[in-house]
T-cell receptor, first 114, second 113 residues
Framework: DVKVTQSSRYLVKRTGEKVFLECVQD?????MFWYRQDPGLGLRLIYF???????EKGDIPEGYSVSREKKERFSLILESASTNQTSMYLC?????????????FGEGSRLTVL | GQSLEQPSEVTAVEGAIVQINCTYQ??????LSWYQQHDGGAPTFLSY????GLEETGRFSSFLSRSDSYGYLLLQELQMKDSASYFC??????????????FGRGTSLIVHP
């Protein structure tokens, strides 16, 4: 069974803290994504990666960075967390050999910044 | 840029049929997907249309009209478990030839007994 695992389901951090959100997939997928989900705004793309050590900005990259040192792992980093980064963060992966472009999502990490 | 429009909420009764519409504006369009997300859960893929017409998968069907930049998800014989959020997503080409989906804001479907 395909699986995308996000290490933390719930996190509470303080303003200014550095935050790491980890995502691991076991499907040998080339592409990985980080989305942010807020009520009424849907899913907005933060960053994506199409290969190890490669990264591309999405629609809302400000305040975030990413790391992809291994194919199966894609990390989202908040260098200095702010209250407006309180949100649900969703990681997804996708293989190159897909006709449908289907994304496989993790369960999400709900981050609260106080 | 890309933009997608879908209703924010739809309500229906068990056993009924409901249609969730999605209109889009994008360049380099390749296809339209639908995802389902239950409260607290991960979005899961439902369907994908690259060509005009209707695709049926069990109780769910998805339709696309490329000339109208329009699609819909049709849910038949509604069940309580169909209460969820439904997202349309367009697949278009971004830099470097990557096909990146852009999601709509989601439609909350509430099914009443």
């Amino acid at each position: 069974d395909v699986k995308v695992t996000q290490s933390s389901r719930y996190l509470v951090k303080r303003t200014g803290e550095k935050v790491f959100l980890e995502c691991v997939q076991d499907m040998d997928h080339e592409n990985m994504f980080w989305y942010r989900q807020d009520p009424g705004l849907g899913l907005r793309l933060i960053y994506f990666s199409y290969d190890v050590k490669m990264k591309e900005k999405g629609d809302i990259p400000e305040g975030y960075s990413v790391s992809r040192e291994k194919k199966e792992r894609f990390s989202l980093i908040l260098e200095s967390a702010s209250t407006n980064q309180t949100s649900m963060y969703l990681c997804a992966s996708r293989g190159d050999r897909t006709n449908t472009g289907e994304l496989f999502f993790g369960e999400g990490s709900r981050l609260t910044v106080l | 840029g890309q933009s997608l429009e879908q209703p924010s909420e739809v309500t229906a009764v068990e056993g009924a049929i409901v249609q969730i519409n999605c209109t889009y504006q994008t360049s380099g369009f390749y296809g339209l997907s639908w995802y389902q997300q239950h409260d607290g859960g991960a979005p899961t893929f439902l369907s994908y249309n690259a060509l005009d017409g209707l695709e049926e998968t069990g109780r769910f069907s998805s339709f696309l009209s490329r000339s109208d930049s329009y699609g819909y998800l049709l849910l038949q014989e509604l069940q309580m478990k169909d209460s969820a959020s439904y997202f349309c997503a367009v697949r278009d080409e971004k830099s470097g030839g990557s096909y990146i989906p852009t999601f709509g804001r989601g439609t909350s479907l509430i099914v009443h007994p």
